[in-house]
Nanobody, 124 residues
Framework: QVQVEESGGGLVQAGGSLRLSCAAS????????RAWFRQAPGKEREFVAA????????LYADSVKGRFTITRDNAKNTVALQMNNLKSEDTAVYYC?????????????????WGQGTQVTVSS
């Protein structure tokens, strides 16, 4: 059984940093694209960042470009999201996702495995 679990969320002041981690078990995702999404209260779940499975290419939402960095460690079957210069509008539940394919995707429907989410709250 595949399990995906996020960690690292919390409360931080605007301008601060947080690092989210996502561990997967039950299968390896070496050649699978991984991604982070987020959902703020009353809003749809939105794409944040993705990293490819074959070449490690990355893709970011415009709202986080230059502030967030997604990385992966295939040896540990993990992916991380480094978030710098956080803003109040970054407050949301952050979800880790993985798909069976290796190509980057920004649509929720392209991802097959999801974690339960971790709360990130940025105070202004």
């Amino acid at each position: 059984q595949v399990q995906v679990e996020e960690s690292g969320g919390g409360l931080v002041q605007a301008g601060g940093s947080l690092r989210l981690s996502c561990a997967a078990s039950g299968r390896t995702f070496t050649n699978s694209a991984r991604a982070w999404f987020r959902q703020a209260p009353g809003k749809e779940r939105e794409f944040v960042a993705a990293i490819g499975g074959s070449d490690g290419s990355t893709l970011y939402a415009d709202s986080v470009k230059g502030r967030f960095t997604i990385t992966r460690d295939n040896a540990k079957n993990t992916v991380a999201l480094q978030m710098n210069n956080l803003k109040s509008e970054d407050t949301a539940v952050y979800y880790c996702a993985a798909r069976n394919g290796s190509f980057l995707a920004t649509l929720r429907s392209r991802y097959d495995y999801w974690g339960q989410g971790t709360q990130v709250t940025v105070s202004s």
